[in-house]
């Protein structure tokens, strides 16, 4: 039997038990070089390239890309007189594993075909084929025999890989590359290089970071790490320095560094995502009808070149889990994650630990060492290239909306990136939309007034077992990508170098606030308009919280077409139920209830749910909130002009945009209040001439439920506004006692029935507020104290006296204090 017959009958005996055992997962997609070959854009001669040479990983490539329509890796490849009997190169073979001075006879063969044949080309398309997609940086045998390694394996261990993980198998087809085009380049950038050494270079470069983009970086084991960390120049000058300043021995300063690493440091290890994912899987199961993800092809087309740092929404302990599983299940490394130091609890922090989480304490309360050494890990963990996830909120939203951004770890990300040796930073802002909370019961409470409850993953999981298992949908969609080196050079902070002890100079603040910013504003871009936040928005707004089934099906699909009309961005997604579904599924999750009155069936909102609808009705405001104050003008002021219309809106829109994080510049607000108004009219609902005006005005009519949408809004400004101007100066109220009034005075309003919709008010809400007012230059803040400018009650009377005079009037009834009262609240701003 000749060479190339037992070549043909091994390969085939390989195939056939691959066939039975092994499953792959196809990663990515090919649809790119599906086009190019249909179209012969390629000429059908493409080469196949694997790092290592391997028949098992080769017969598998083999069957994947002919079920894709590519060519099979054992047809010939043919330039002029040249000729190969199979397509596919291996970088390293196995007689010369790695060994930088020997090259692939075959690709000796095909560069000096191509220097025969200028007019030729060969489009090397490499393959990516891993098994397990465990790091080699576990610190057991065990776990390194058993999993997948940036080490070649063995026979032996291919051998296991197969029999092993089967169904763990992962192949990735990579843009294809021309070899022309790399020896062009090799000789004109590597001109004493030889062709063969910059092509395996360069592509042995691009396998490490297609490998680094799925495995994470080639990690050490924690406790190397620790003492590495220990070693770097940054953490010694911090320990020197807090010797001489705390007047301790270096031993014990050595000592409190090295407390702070371990209580830092994460123990990553693969054993642990794979009890962690199985875990998950069942988890969904029971809890969801499904996980919905949109755009994460902009986050596997950006891995390869990019350090990428998730900064999603933060609206429940799921969370993470939830985003980690949706990396990890589609192929890409899990981030580690920024978890508060309150969630190291026994067992349940070393979980976590393993699954990439790396503990932070929620306030350095001035401990330069501690302040040091995190800053060092951090950068650590950016120079190795490892993907990261924080909150850009710090902590959990109670009301749905954003809130405003903690800083922090994105000043110590960008400090981190201009001390230099890390990948360009893109941030990846990511929309969790959900349907049912699990900490729905805690934050009920909290609205309510009770305390805030210690977060930890023990509460979550107590609330899970008392709470009827039924949360619906859930959903992740990755928003459009910030990238850091762009907003660097609009702030003339590209080229500034610090150290890890520097303070930062205003460009790279100015840099810091405006990725904030940028980064809250595309997490709404990414909303999703799900079932329940569209029909908790009609619902809560609609007298009584109740419409009829004709009423409230009209309105679901007009409020449908006002979203599209007004379009608030490409990565959008509305649901694509029917209004008549959307009303069954409610029903199905509780959160709604029908009855029977006048002969027809009417939908109301559940009584127990009306505080926790109006979260997910938050979720979305940002899309509603500029029809919604073009309602309530149109609808208040009969007789109001485009141009009047204009007016108000603009002077209006810098406080909602602070609040909800709106995206258009003030340049922009005038072609978007155009898109609205036109919509609106070819809704039917308003008629645009000389004056705008109403076509009708029923109490079920959707200008209605639009204009009771900015009531919120406004009402939390008027409170504000009020508040300041009885009180600020006089008793020299701080932010904090400020927000305990304004609550206080809305639960009387509650309580006295004149607030019927469901309503929202938190630190965050005043905060926007009283930065917006420093905007204006209406207020300062000197320290902790409130100072009023002498403009403030003009410009506000400018900007509000037209809102409801009578409620103004309520308002102002209800936020009179005693004496006594204010004594208290100053000193409750003292805890």
């Keep these: 039997m000749s060479n190339k017959s037992y070549s043909r009958l091994y390969r085939n005996l390989t195939?056939?038990?691959?066939?039975?055992?092994?499953?792959?997962?196809v990663l990515g997609s090919t649809s790119e070089l599906e086009q190019n070959l249909a179209q012969n854009q390629l000429h059908t001669r493409i080469c196949y390239v694997l790092q290592d040479a391997s028949l098992s990983n080769t017969v598998l490539i083999d069957k994947e890309a002919q079920a894709r329509g590519l060519p099979s890796v054992f047809s010939p490849l043919i330039l002029g007189q040249y000729n190969e009997d199979n397509s596919m190169l291996a970088l390293n073979e196995q007689d010369h594993p790695h060994d930088s001075y020997h090259y692939s006879a075959r690709l000796i063969r095909l560069i000096e075909a191509l220097q025969q044949h200028p007019d030729q080309d060969v489009q090397l398309v490499p393959v990516t084929v891993l098994w397990g997609r465990a790091p080699e940086y576990e610190d057991s045998w065990f776990k390194a025999l058993f999993a997948d390694a940036w080490?070649?394996?063995?026979?032996?261990k291919q051998t296991l890989n197969i029999s092993l993980y089967g169904r763990e198998n992962y192949i990735e087809f990579h843009k294809p590359v021309s070899l022309r085009a790399l020896l062009e380049t090799a000789q004109t950038e590597r001109p004493n290089f030889s062709p063969a050494h910059f092509v395996v270079q360069t592509l042995d470069q691009n396998f490490n970071q297609y490998k680094e983009a799925i495995l994470g970086p080639d990690l050490s084991d924690r406790r190397n790490l620790i003492n590495k960390l220990m070693k770097t120049e940054a953490v010694q000058q911090a320990i020197r320095k807090e010797s001489i300043d705390k007047k301790v021995s270096m031993f014990e300063a050595e000592n409190r560094a090295k407390s702070y690493l371990t209580e830092i440091v994460s123990d990553f290890s693969y054993s642990t995502l794979r009890f962690a994912e199985l875990a998950l899987t069942k988890l969904w199961t029971q809890l969801y009808d499904g996980i919905e993800v949109h755009h994460f092809d902009t986050v596997r087309e950006l891995a390869k070149d990019y350090e990428i740092v998730y900064t999603p929404c933060h609206r429940s302990h799921i969370d993470y889990l939830l985003l980690s599983y949706v990396i990890f299940n589609r192929g890409l490394m899990v981030p580690h994650i920024a978890a508060g130091i309150n969630l190291n609890l026994p067992v349940v922090g070393q979980i976590l630990r393993g699954g990439g989480a790396y503990f932070i304490r929620r306030t350095f309360s001035g401990n330069a060492l501690y302040t040091s050494v995190f800053k060092e890990y951090l950068h650590s963990l950016l120079s190795r290239n490892t993907p990261l996830e924080y909150f850009i909120e710090g902590g959990r939203s109670r009301t749905g909306l954003l809130l405003p951004p903690k800083k922090g770890?994105?000043?110590?990300?960008?400090?981190?990136?201009?001390?230099?040796?890390t990948k360009p930073i893109a941030f990846i802002p990511t929309y969790f939309g959900y349907e049912k909370l699990m900490e729905g019961t805690s934050y009920l409470n909290e609205l309510n007034g009770k305390p805030k409850e210690a977060e930890s993953l023990w509460g979550i999981?107590?609330?899970?077992?008392?709470?009827?298992?039924?949360?619906?949908?859930?959903?992740?969609?990755?928003?459009?990508?910030?990238?850091?080196?762009h907003i660097l050079q609009q702030n003339q902070a590209d080229q500034i170098q610090l150290s890890i002890h520097?303070?930062?100079?205003?460009?790279?603040?100015?840099?810091?606030?405006?990725?904030?910013?940028?980064i809250l504003e595309n997490i709404n871009k990414a909303v999703v308009i799900n079932p329940i936040s569209l029909i908790s928005t009609i619902l809560l707004n609609a007298p009584q919280h109740a419409l009829s089934q004709d009423d409230l099906l009209r309105q679901i699909e007009q409020y449908r077409e006002l979203l599209k009309a007004t379009h608030y961005d490409d990565r959008m997604i509305i649901t694509q139920l029917s209004a008549p579904e959307i009303i069954e599924y409610a029903l199905k999750l509780k959160q709604v209830e029908h009855y029977q009155q006048d002969n027809q069936t009417w939908i109301r909102v559940a009584?127990?749910?009306?505080?926790?609808?109006?979260?997910?009705?938050?979720?979305?405001?940002h899309c509603l909130s500029l029809p919604a104050l073009i309602a309530l003008l149109v609808q208040d002021m009969p007789a109001i002009t485009t141009a009047q219309l204009k007016q108000h809106v603009s002077r209006l829109y810098p406080f909602l945009k602070s609040e909800l994080f709106l995206k258009w510049s003030a340049t922009e607000l005038p072609a978007q209040i155009d898109r609205i108004l036109d919509s609106m009219q070819q809704l039917g609902w308003i008629e645009v001439s000389e004056n705008i005006q109403l076509l009708e005005l029923q109490s079920t009519h959707p200008m209605h439920s639009l204009a009771t949408l900015a009531r919120s809004s406004l009402n939390n400004f008027v409170l504000i506004s009020q508040l300041l101007q009885e009180y600020a100066e006089p008793y020299q109220l701080d932010l904090k006692a400020l927000e305990k009034m304004a609550k206080t005075v809305f639960k009387r309003l509650a309580e006295s029935g004149n607030l019927n919709s469901g309503y929202y008010f938190d630190s965050a809400t005043l905060k926007s507020f009283m930065g917006s007012l420093q905007q204006l230059g209406l207020l300062e803040m000197q320290g902790q104290q409130l100072q009023l400018k002498p403009q403030f009650d003009t410009e506000i009377s400018d900007y509000l006296g037209w809102y409801a005079p009578e409620l103004q009037q309520q308002i102002a009834d209800k936020l009179l204090f005693s004496e006594k009262e204010i004594k208290q609240f100053k000193e409750y701003s003292k805890k």
């Design 15 to 25: 195939q056939k038990i691959l066939d039975k055992i092994v499953t792959p997962q």
């Design 607 to 621: 009584e127990s749910q009306r505080i926790l609808l109006s979260y997910f009705s938050n979720n979305i405001l």
């Design 461 to 485: 999981l107590n609330s899970a077992r008392k709470i009827e298992k039924v949360f619906g949908q859930v959903y992740v969609n990755f928003g459009e990508p910030v990238f850091l080196d």
């Design 502 to 518: 520097d303070e930062l100079p205003r460009p790279v603040i100015n840099t810091v606030d405006q990725a904030a910013r940028e």
């Design 409 to 421: 770890m994105l000043s110590m990300t960008v400090q981190s990136h201009l001390r230099g040796a």
């Design 151 to 156: 080490a070649k394996p063995n026979k032996l």
